[in-house]
C-alpha cells in the first residue's frame, strides 16, 4: 500500500540526529558514483518569476522531487520553497510513498551543511553567523548546533523585523550583516539574494561558509573575495551548470563535499572554506527513504 505522509507526519519521524549521518552517506555515494542523478529540469514561470524544478534520482530507491521556488511568495507570507516527493520501489517500480517535501527539503540541505561544517570548521568554533531568517536559517540553526558548540550566534536579513523575531526565537542577536560576520567561525547564507550579500573582507581567516541560496546561474549570495576560499561543492556538474556564486566568479572547485567525507581528497581544515549546496535529488531521496523506514516500523509497532 502507497503510504501518504504530510509535514505533520513527517516532522514526527524524521529527526537532525538520523538524517545527519544518511546525508553524510548519500554525499559519499554520490561523490562514488554509486547514484544516477541527472541535472534537474528547470521550468520557469514568468510572469510572476517563480520556478519548478524536476529531480529524479536513483540510489537505494528512486525518487522524483518536485520543488517550487517563489521569491515573491515572502511577501504574501507563503512559504518561497514548496515540495512533494514521490517514492518508488528500486526492484519493482512499484510507489511506495509520497510525501510532502517542504520540511524534507529544509531539514536535508541543513543536515548536508552540518556533514559539511563538522568536517571542514574549526573545532573550537563558538560563533555562528547566519544571513537569512527564513525556514532554512532557523533549520540550519537546528542542524548546525549539533555538530559544535556555539556560544554567540549571531542573525541578519534583509527585513529587520524577521532578524528580529528570528533571533529572539534563538536566544541570538539581530545585527548588520557586517557586524554578524566580522570575527565569525561559521556562516550560513540562506536568502533569496540575487546580488552577493556576503563580503569576503569581512571573513575570519580560517572560517567556513556555508553557501545555500542564489540556485539560479544569474544569482550571487557570495562576492569574488569570498569565493577565493578552498570551494566545495555537492556536485560539480551541478555547480558549473546552475550556481551563479561558482559561473559568474570563475572560482576553481576543489572537491565534492562526498570526496572529502570519504578522505579521498584532504578537508582543509584550519583554511577559509566555501561550501556551495545547490541540493540534489539523491539527498531528497535518501531522507524518503529513511521516512519511509521510519514510518513502517512505527506501522508494525502499532500492529
Not at 539560479?216 to 566545495?232: H, I
Amino acid at each position: 500500500m502507497t503510504l501518504f505522509l504530510d509535514r505533520d507526519h513527517i516532522r514526527r519521524l524524521l529527526c537532525m540526529e538520523d538524517l545527519i549521518p544518511a546525508m553524510e552517506q548519500a554525499l559519499k555515494d554520490f561523490s562514488a558514483g554509486c547514484v544516477q542523478q541527472p541535472l534537474r529540469t528547470v521550468l520557469a514561470a514568468e510572469p510572476p518569476g517563480g520556478y519548478c524544478y524536476v529531480m529524479p534520482a536513483l540510489a537505494d530507491a528512486i525518487g522524483v522531487k518536485i520543488v517550487t521556488l517563489y521569491p515573491g511568495n515572502a511577501e504574501k507570507g507563503l512559504p518561497t520553497h514548496m515540495a512533494t516527493i514521490f517514492l518508488m520501489d528500486r526492484e519493482t517500480g512499484a510507489p511506495l510513498a509520497v510525501m510532502d517535501g517542504g520540511l524534507i527539503t529544509e531539514m536535508r540541505t541543513a543536515a548536508v551543511s552540518a556533514a559539511a561544517t563538522r568536517l571542514l570548521a574549526a573545532g573550537d568554533a563558538k560563533v555562528l553567523a547566519i544571513l537569512g531568517s527564513g525556514a532554512q536559517a532557523r533549520s540550519h540553526y537546528e542542524a548546525l548546533r549539533l555538530v559544535r558548540d556555539f556560544e554567540d550566534v549571531r542573525v541578519w536579513s534583509r527585513t529587520p523585523a524577521h532578524a528580529q523575531a528570528f533571533a529572539a526565537d534563538i536566544g541570538a542577536r539581530a545585527v548588520s550583516a557586517e557586524e554578524a560576520v566580522r570575527g565569525a567561525d561559521v556562516v550560513v547564507t540562506a536568502t533569496c539574494a540575487t546580488e552577493p550579500v556576503l563580503k569576503g573582507e569581512w571573513l575570519k581567516p580560517g572560517c567556513h561558509v556555508n553557501a545555500v541560496g542564489a540556485p539560479r546561474p544569474d544569482w550571487r549570495e557570495l562576492d569574488d573575495t569570498v569565493m577565493e576560499s578552498v570551494l566545495f561543492v555537492d556536485s560539480r556538474t551541478g555547480a558549473l551548470a546552475e550556481s551563479g556564486d561558482v559561473i559568474l566568479s570563475g572560482a576553481p572547485v576543489y572537491a565534492e563535499i562526498g570526496e572529502a567525507l570519504a578522505g579521498k581528497v584532504p578537508s582543509r581544515q584550519g583554511e577559509t572554506t566555501v561550501f556551495k549546496s545547490l541540493g540534489m535529488a539523491v539527498e531528497d531521496v535518501a531522507a524518503a527513504s529513511l521516512v519511509y523506514r521510519l514510518a513502517c516500523a512505527r506501522k508494525s509497532e502499532g500492529n
